[in-house]
Every structure is written in C-alpha cells, then in structure tokens.
C-alpha cells in the first residue's frame, strides 16, 4: 500500500498551542455581560448572559468546531486522496475490514478505544501490520457523558488510551478524535501534553447506530471528493459495517480517488 512521506503528514499535524486561550474569552464575554446589566437592567441582561453561555457550550456538540482546539476535518492537498477513518474499535469486524482494505488496495486510520485494545491487542498489531495506522478514540467510549467530563477524567480517558496502545505497539498514536465528536473546554490542553492532533471528517453516514447501509453510502457519497475525511465505525450492533465499507470503497474505485491514511 502506498503511504504518505514523512512532509505531507507532518503539515497535517495541528497541536494545540494556546490550550486555554478560551478563557479569555469567556472573561471578556462575562464582563462585558456584567457591565450591560448593569446599564440596561436584568431584562436585558439575563438575556445576554444566557446567550453567552450558549456561544461557550454549543462549540462542544459541534465537531469540526475549532473554538477549543484545532481540527483536521479536511486534508489540504489537492490530489486525488481521501483519508478513511474507522472508529470504535477493534472489534470483531477488524480483520474483515482489514481483508477488504488489503482487496481494494486501501489505507484506513482505526481510532480504536483503549479498554477495547488492551482487550484484543493482537487485532491492533495486525492493524499495523497490514500498514494501517491508529488513533486514539479514548480508553472507555463513555459516549453519554464525553462532553462533561472534567479535565482529570478526560486527561485519563485519553492518557490511558495512549499508554495501552503505546505497551501494545511499542508508540502511542499522533491522532485524536473525540467521543461522538465532543470536544469540551479540557481537551486541548491533554491534547498538547501528547502532542496529538485532534481529526474530525468531512463525510459521514450515520452508521455507528441502527441504519440502512444503502440510506449510508448515499450521504457518505454525497461528500466523497478529494481531501476528504471518512467516517466509519466498525464493531455496531446492527451488523452493516462491513458491508457499508465495501460500498464506500467501490465508490472511491468508481470516482478515481484513493484511500491513503497518514502515518
């Protein structure tokens, strides 16, 4: 399989630099609350200040927002490349998908869950084997509750997932993505402590739940150009992942493109 040199990926890789620049904002906005209640009265003020909130929490539920830290939603080349992204495992569907990629002669990025890894980490080895490479996608997946988490328990969500799949592998992965795309006010600054890039996608099909794969491959299609970013899950109780995978993958063969993942 083809790979990236070692140029292109390195100007992929978006680290945070000021992890805690949002709290300035949020000081201003809450001053500048303060001083128009003051002025105008709670009847405007109430208003405002719940608006503020809103403007802070929002960028959490959004998951190419760039508001608390960097994302990658995009490859910026301009070639016939597009990068797919499998989540959530490895799972019982990983070396199927992995026989499906070594068939369409693709490249995929498995941003597995740490507790799952730890788990089977012969299907992580083998992932990079069969020249793949790895993300870290947190070590428990607490999906309900991602985006609320305080900065201990996220710092250990991905730290842990880092030194599993390090012990594992023998290198902690450079990729990131959130839990259902969550990204809270404490990500960038473990992020930064890991050096790793927090990746989000340009294409998506809804399959990680109940679905209908043909319904899937339509959306992911509607967005399947050059730069894209997948998003793929694997190991879902509904069964379809393989499939879906296949599909997408015919239509990168159909249109010309190629699944290329960075290292």
Not at 93 to 102: G, I, V
Request: hydrophobic content about 45%; charged content about 15%; glycine content about 8%.
């Amino acid at each position: 399989m083809a790979s990236w040199d070692m140029t292109a990926t390195q100007t992929l890789h978006r680290i945070p630099a000021r992890p805690w620049r949002w709290l300035a904002w949020l000081a201003l906005s809450q001053a500048l609350v303060a001083l128009l209640w003051w002025q105008l009265g709670w009847k405007t003020g109430v208003p405002l200040m719940l608006a503020s909130h809103v403007l802070f929490v929002l960028p959490v539920f959004l998951p190419n927002s760039r508001f608390y830290a960097p994302v990658l939603s995009r490859l910026p080349h301009g070639d016939d490349r597009v990068w797919l992204t499998i989540d959530d495992g490895p799972s019982d569907d990983t070396r199927p998908m992995l026989d499906l990629l070594e068939r369409y002669d693709a490249c995929a990025t498995f941003f597995v869950v740490g507790e799952r890894a730890a788990a089977r980490p012969e299907l992580v080895r083998e992932v990079l084997q069969r020249g793949h490479s790895l993300g870290n996608h947190s070590h428990s997946h607490p999906q309900a509750r991602f985006w609320a988490l305080g900065p201990a328990q996220l710092a250990r969500e991905i730290g842990q997932c880092q030194h599993a799949l390090a012990q594992i592998t023998g290198a902690a992965p450079r990729w990131y993505r959130s839990v259902v795309g969550m990204t809270n006010p404490f990500v960038a600054a473990v992020l930064q402590r890991h050096g790793l890039t927090r990746v989000g996608w340009s294409a998506r099909g809804f399959d990680g739940v109940d679905c209908q794969p043909q319904a899937v491959v339509e959306r992911i299609a509607a967005d399947l150009a050059p730069g894209a970013i997948v998003l793929l899950h694997e190991g879902a109780a509904h069964g379809h992942n393989l499939v879906i995978l296949e599909a997408v993958l015919q239509q990168l063969q159909t249109r010309g493109l190629r699944a290329q993942a960075p290292g």
